[in-house]
């Protein structure tokens, strides 16, 4: 399966995905970003001017407003 980065704050999205066979990175720096497939951020930190540089070329998916079932969902849609 697909290597996923998850914020470290989002256990519930860590083990929903282990469970569904991705393996996870916990994201405490930009360098794990470096060979995900995809990043799960939990939102909170979102640049307040609006402008944000990325380091993964991947899909980052926002968890804010999501349970960790709906995550798992939205990021198997995202890697197919």
């Not at 569904?20 to 470096?34: F, P």
């Not at 979102?46 to 798992?72: L, Y």
């Amino acid at each position: 399966m697909a290597r996923i980065g998850v914020e470290e704050s989002l256990t519930d999205v860590k083990e929903a995905l282990m469970a569904m066979g991705h393996e996870v990175i916990e994201l405490k720096s930009e360098a794990d970003t470096a060979h995900c497939d995809c990043c799960v951020i939990s939102g909170l930190d979102k640049d307040v001017m609006g402008m944000a540089d990325t380091s993964i070329a991947g899909p980052v998916i926002n968890a804010s407003g999501q349970n960790a079932e709906e995550i798992a969902q939205m990021v198997n849609e995202k890697l197919s």
